[in-house]
Each structure stands twice: as C-alpha cells, then as structure tokens.
C-alpha cells in the first residue's frame, strides 16, 4: 500500500503527503487511504468489563466523560479493541467532530487510520515482552508504550532538529520501570541511516533496539480491516433486540408460510374430493335413469307377455292327464277361461279332489252326476275356470 | 418498531385466519369424505344393470315378434291359413263364418273329424310363430263312433307399432 497518504497540518491548514518520497499530493492526487496526524488525537486505553460488543460503544461513550475534558457533543471517538489473557482493552481515538468532517473531506471516503493502526500488528506479534514503540515521523514522534500486549499509554511530541533533544523528551515520557523495555524504532525508509546512527550514539552499548520501516508496515496495511471513524466500522454490531425481532418476525413469517401451505394441500384435497363427489353424482344420475328405463321396458313387457293368448292346447293336456284312465270326455266347451265337460267314468268325486290340487284350475265344480245303468260308471258334468296363468 | 409490530400483528391475523381456514377445511373434507363412502356403497353396479337391460330388450323383441302389425294381415288372409292347416291336418270343415264380438273380428269354424287330428291342429295353433287365439271351443263326442264335432272361433292378435 505505497499510495496510501498522511496529511500535515501547516499553517492552519491540512496538506497530503504521499508516504513514497514524502511528495505532496495536490488536489487530484490518488491516495487509497490516509493516515490523520497524531498530534489532533487523544488516545486512551480503557480496561472492559465482560459486556457484549454491542455494549461496549454506549458504555465507552459514558466512560468517555471522566477520559477527557472536552464538550461531549463536540466529541467524537472510535476505539479497537485489543484482548489478552481474557482481558479485553479498548484503545479509544478522541478528537473533536469537526477535525473528523475535515479529514473525511480531505479522504474523500477513503480509509482513515493512525500510527496505532500499523503498530496493533506488532504489538500482537511482541505480546510476550513489554516494548515502547517510537513512530517517527515528519513533523511528530509518537510514543506507544506496550506492557504485556497491552497499551499503556500512548503520548506525542513534536519532531524537533535534534535527535539528542527529541530522544531526550522520548526518555522523559517513559516511567521509572520502563529500564527492561524494549524499543522499537518506526520510521521511513529514507530516515532508517541518519536514525540508526543517531540512536547508536545515545543508547548504552550492549542496548538493543528494532528498526522497522514505515513502509513495511504499510504493506501490511491491506491486510487489515481495522481503519477508523469509517461508517461500517461503526455499524459493525447488529442490536441484539434487533436480532430478537428478526428472529421472531421469521418464525412467524415461516409458520404462516408452512400453515398456508398446509391450508392450500388441504383446499387441492378438497378440490379433489369435490370432483370425486361430482362424478358420482352423475354416475348416480345415469344409474337412476338406466333403472327407470328397466323399470320401463318391465313394465312393457308384462303388458305384452299379460296381453298373450290363453293356450288351449295346454288345457286340454292337462285336462286329459287328470282324467285319464278314470273317464273319457263326452263334450267339452270352453269360452275364454271358464269351461265346462261331460264325462262318463268312475268315481266322479275321488276326481275332484285331484282337481282341488292342480294348480291350473280353479272354481271347479260337480254339477251333476248320473249313475249309468248296468255299470258302475256314471255320466257327470263339470264347471270350472282356469287360472290365468 | 412500529413497523415490526405492524408486521406480528399481520401475521398473527393472518395466521388466525389461515388456522380457521384449516380447521373448516378439515370439517368440509371428514363430511365429503362420508359422503363419497356412502354413495360408493349405494351406487348400483352398472354392468348387472346395463346386462338385465339387453336381456328385457330381447326378450320384448322376441315377444312383439309374436304379434301381428295391423297391416301384416287381413281376416281373410288369415282364414286361408286355418283352412289349409284344417285340411291339412285331416278335419272336414263343415261351415265357417266371421262373427264380430265387441269390435274384433273372428273366424268361426265347425269341423269334423279324429279328436287326435283336433288335437294336432291345437298344437300347431299353440306353438305357431304368431299369437292366434281361440276364445271359444266345443267339443262333442258323444256320437260314440270315435270322431268329434267341434266348434271353434279364432283370431291373430295384433299390436300398434307406435305403442311398442
């Protein structure tokens, strides 16, 4: 990240600086993010209690009166988080509203970020040890010191000509304990000779020391998602209530879903059941005019089979099976089903109890018998009618 | 806020009214469901029927078969059937006559003969193609030489083809 810029304050107003070569940028220079000027920034370091992400921002913004002395409403902060050991730190970035408007001004929406954004990198890497990180840069030098991965504080001067004199202050900064510590020095790539020898010359022999280069850092700086003051950064955490209602609002949503679709599987059921019923209904329909015609065509045939003539033939066949061998028939005269005969023969009433059980005639009668003279016969006459069959 | 209230609130309504749907839906489905069960026991089997029908249709045919149309015969064409069959089965006819008898016409016939060629033409007359019928018949054998005179009137029955 070679094209990322830093902005200078000089005679009350703000000037970009390319990081390559310190060139000023003018008003149509490309830059891809910049870096805002130590000195209009306060930076504090606030131990968190275990509270949610989402509660950290309201409870920093309450803590932030007792951290500085400015009008609140005028006051703007952004703050990363570091953790350790479960610990957490919030290191919080305080300046005043408008130093921030004239920066996104002068970004034009492009990242923001400070010193302390490309020394987190480091400070997770040397966690181990307690390091003070020294940012030289054009016109400042900040001063972060780290004790066991966490800031302690973090305190910038102005870069005066003098090595001998800016380390001087450096070493005033730091307090009596700070013996142990290790330095570690961050400058531009072009400033690392003249620096080195400088340090040479006023640390102990034997006293080690880290250079590292700005721009190296920078190169890392792509990696990072931790940039300042920028709107998803400060819309990172979702309410929890909000989640809730999401959630709920979901839940709800996905039951009246599941219900419609049950509904609507119930309705095509129906539906079916509907058209099931319909077609038998007229199955039925056709069923009952198919009996009506049947019951038609009986009825059309009974008035044809009932109009058919009586047999004669027949009656007279079985007329002579029940006498024969018993009389033989002298006369016999039948119109439609009433009938009479005359016969000479034995027994005339042994025969009409034969009759009384055949069941093709009825109404039978003996009318008169005669016995006949020398025999043992006797001529008798017969009524009757014969069933309609 | 306002809004997801609004939201639930719609949901809830629509979920109320979804779960009446549902329950009406359900209590429509178990009675057309009884419904279909019934009508499916009743309902007539439609071969059986279909079948029984085809058979009072044949049988009608075969029945109206035996009937003459109005037009298919005339008193006159019948009497030369009877008198030929008469003679063909051996009977002397001694008169015939047509008589009317409320409205009908018949053919009266006074014949001679065996009682077993009398019995013969009976039986043809019962089983001819056609209803004839005869709604009078003497018979006398008291002559006592084995032969009979008898007495018969008969007619064909006829239909109307409109009625049939």
């Given at each position: 990240m070679t094209d990322c810029a830093y902005a200078e304050i000089a005679d009350g107003s703000y000037e970009l600086f390319l990081f390559e070569k310190n060139h000023p940028l003018g008003l149509s220079g490309h830059f891809s993010s910049l870096m805002m000027a130590r000195p209009d920034f306060d930076i504090k370091s606030v131990e968190l209690p275990p509270v949610s992400e989402h509660d950290i921002q309201n409870m920093l913004r309450f803590k932030l009166r007792s951290l500085y002395p400015g009008n609140p409403d005028a006051t703007v902060f952004d703050y990363t988080l570091l953790s350790r050991k479960n610990k957490k730190y919030a290191v919080l970035f305080i300046t005043q509203k408008k130093t921030i408007e004239t920066y996104r001004n002068l970004s034009h929406g492009r990242p923001l970020f400070l010193p302390f954004t490309l020394v987190k990198p480091l400070i997770r890497k040397y966690s181990e040890e307690n390091y003070a990180f020294i940012f030289y840069h054009t016109r400042w030098i900040e001063l972060m010191m780290v004790q066991s991965g966490m800031l302690v504080f973090s305190s910038v001067i102005n870069r005066g000509e003098s090595f001998e004199i800016n380390f001087g202050k450096i070493l005033a900064l730091l307090?009596?304990?700070?013996?142990g510590l290790s330095l570690v020095f961050i400058c531009a790539k072009e400033d690392t000779d003249g620096l080195n020898q400088a340090i040479r010359g006023s640390l102990d022999p034997g006293s080690s020391y880290r250079m590292v280069s700005i721009e190296e850092l920078l190169g890392n700086l792509?990696?990072?998602?931790?940039?300042?003051?920028s709107e998803r950064h400060k819309k990172r955490a979702v309410p929890h209530t909000l989640i809730i209602f999401f959630f709920t609002a979901i839940v709800l949503l996905l039951s009246v879903l599941i219900l419609h679709k049950g509904v609507q599987q119930r309705k095509a059921y129906f539906e079916q059941l509907e058209n099931r019923m319909k077609s038998y209904e007229s199955q039925t329909l056709s069923m009952k005019s198919l009996e009506n015609e049947l019951k038609e065509l009986e009825s059309q045939w009974m008035e044809l089979h009932s109009r058919a003539p009586a047999n004669i033939y027949h009656i007279l066949s079985e007329l002579s099976r029940i006498i024969e061998g018993r009389a033989v028939i002298t006369y016999f005269v039948i119109e439609k089903d009433s009938f009479q005969f005359e016969a000479v023969g034995q027994n005339p009433l042994d025969l009409m109890d034969t009759f009384k059980i055949n069941k093709n005639f009825q109404s039978i009668k003996l009318l008169q018998s005669i016995p006949v003279q020398g025999t043992n016969k006797e001529r008798f006459k017969v009524i009757g009618v014969v069933k309609n069959q | 806020m306002l809004l997801w209230v609004f939201a639930v609130f719609t949901a809830g309504i629509v979920f109320y009214f979804k779960l009446e749907e549902m329950t009406s839906l359900g209590q429509k489905t178990a009675m057309l469901e009884k419904q279909v069960q019934k009508i499916t026991m009743k309902a007539p089997n439609s071969d059986d029927l279909t079948g029984e029908k085809g058979l009072l249709v044949e049988r009608i045919g075969m029945e109206k078969a035996k009937y003459y149309y109005r037009?298919?015969?005339d008193p006159y064409q019948f009497s030369t059937i009877i008198k030929n069959l008469l003679s063909e089965k051996g009977l002397y006819i001694k008169k015939y006559q047509t008589i009317e008898v409320k409205e009908r016409t018949y053919l009266e016939y006074s014949v001679s003969g065996d009682a077993l060629e009398l019995a013969e033409f009976l039986r043809v007359v019962a089983d001819s193609d056609k209803y004839w019928s005869i709604p009078f018949l003497s018979i006398d054998a008291?002559?006592?030489?084995?032969t009979i005179d008898a007495v018969f009137r008969i007619n064909y029955e006829t239909i109307n083809e409109k009625d049939y």
């Open positions: 307090p009596e304990y700070s013996e792509h990696k990072k998602n931790d940039f300042l003051f | 037009d298919e015969i008291r002559k006592g030489d084995g």
